[in-house]
């Protein structure tokens, strides 16, 4: 049976799976049964190649989960009847608070999700934090399908990954935590 591409169809099917990030895999769930909203000063259907461009002051928003990005492009594979979301920016910024309170965000100048290869790419002066901690490169690849981390530096001599974790704050009304 032939399915038939609706710009609708392709921002709504495959964007809630898409924008994951790597550290809030198991959480935030409830974000992904919300609807989503995209706003843009302008939009552009492709319908004939199975593209949808969001152009100027995007915004994306489904339930706690928001994205900013200056431009975003979301295409459909025919053979693999699964979709490409490239969100680009000065930087593109992705926010989401996580099932218990915390907030997660990251910025790159690149956000690439390929739904096929299962593959979450940040690309160009990354940055992610969660509860105070950092990872800082110029690449970070999340693979949802074996949940694996990579961060890569630019390729320079001098550059470097950089990946800060942040102690456990001690609760000061726990006499067991002094």
Request: no cysteine; charged share 20%.
């Amino acid at each position: 049976m032939l399915k038939l591409f609706t710009p609708l169809n392709l921002v709504l099917t495959s964007l809630a799976l898409s924008w994951l990030s790597p550290m809030a895999i198991a959480q935030g769930r409830a974000d992904f049964a919300q609807p989503i909203a995209i706003q843009a000063q302008n939009e552009s259907f492709d319908i004939a190649n199975k593209m949808a461009i969001f152009v100027n002051d995007v915004r994306i928003t489904q339930g706690t989960l928001e994205i900013l990005a200056e431009r975003m492009e979301v295409s459909r594979d025919s053979a693999t009847e699964t979709d490409v979301f490239v969100a680009t920016g000065s930087p593109a910024t992705y926010s989401q608070q996580l099932d218990d309170g915390s907030p997660i965000t990251a910025r790159a100048n690149i956000i690439r999700y390929d739904q096929a290869a299962q593959l979450l790419t940040l690309s160009g002066d990354v940055e992610v934090n969660q509860n105070n901690s950092v990872i800082r490169g110029n690449e970070i690849i999340y693979n949802f399908a074996t949940q694996q981390l990579t961060a890569n530096r630019d390729g320079s001599e001098d550059d470097r990954v950089t990946t800060i974790f942040m102690p456990k704050k001690k609760n000061q009304d726990d006499p067991t935590e002094r």
